[in-house]
């Protein structure tokens, strides 16, 4: 079946750092991929998408590319911000999910902590 | 647009009791998501319903869960008898394309 897998947190970065979140998956057929961010006490938004190959996701300053051949999703961001601390999860929904394509399998979160 | 609103935000309740959670998903979208999350399980989806109708209920634990949509305003999740081990974060969200809005969440702990 569809699996994320996320590299286990917490990640601790100084402000103005360079962040990286790996993010690989397995899925049947051609998966869309998601980012969402999740702030303390709230629900999960959407950060950023790709929905194709070599396709990059890009907002607020974090960006995604989809690279089919590795089968991965990493999440990056140049200089991150105390603002930035949450906690990430990596989603994929696939076409040819048994659950339906609507369904999103997200990994088990990262949560990111960034100091002043 | 005022987002996904659940309610209530916060429940206590003792084992054995029932307990319903309920959403109201954004105007004009025709899916809605029930998600549970815990620490030891990470985010799990429980049922989603397209239009009203469920589509896919795999996730549901076991029958002490059910959920409804009787219309498109409005679904319940509900567990009967609720256990000490249904505590968590009971997200809803709702879509009209790929993306999912969630709402704030419900906070359940069983006694």
């Known amino acids: 079946g569809d699996s994320v897998t996320q590299m286990e947190g917490p990640v601790t970065l100084s402000e103005e750092a360079f962040l990286t979140i790996n993010c690989t998956y397995t899925?049947?057929?051609?998966?869309?991929l998601f980012w969402y961010v999740q702030y303390p006490g709230e629900g999960l938004q959407l950060l950023l998408k790709a929905t194709k190959a070599d396709d990059k996701g890009s907002n607020k300053g974090f960006e995604a590319t989809y690279r089919k051949e590795t089968t991965s999703f990493h999440l990056e961001k140049g200089s991150v911000q105390v603002s930035d601390s949450a906690v990430y999860f990596c989603?994929?929904?696939?076409?040819?999910?048994?659950?339906?394509?609507?369904?999103?399998?997200f990994g088990s979160g990262t949560r990111l902590q960034v100091q002043p | 647009d005022a987002g996904v609103i659940q309610s209530p935000r916060h429940e206590v309740t003792e084992m054995g009791q029932e307990v319903t959670l309920r959403c109201k998903p954004i105007?004009?979208?025709?899916?809605l998501f029930w998600y549970r999350q815990t620490m030891m399980r990470g985010l799990e989806l429980l049922i989603y319903?397209?239009?009203?109708?469920?589509?896919?209920d795999s996730g549901m634990p076991e029958d002490r869960f059910s959920a409804k949509m009787p219309n498109a305003s409005f679904s319940t999740l509900k567990i009967q008898p609720s256990e000490p081990r249904d505590s968590a974060v009971y997200f809803c969200a709702s879509s009209q394309g790929e993306t999912q809005y969630f709402g704030p969440g419900t906070r359940l702990l069983v006694l």
């Open positions: 319903f397209n239009n009203n109708v469920p589509i896919d």
């Open positions: 989603a994929l929904n696939s076409p040819a999910s048994k659950r339906g394509r609507r369904a999103l399998t």
């Open positions: 105007s004009g979208h025709d899916y």
């Open positions: 899925a049947t057929g051609y998966p869309s």
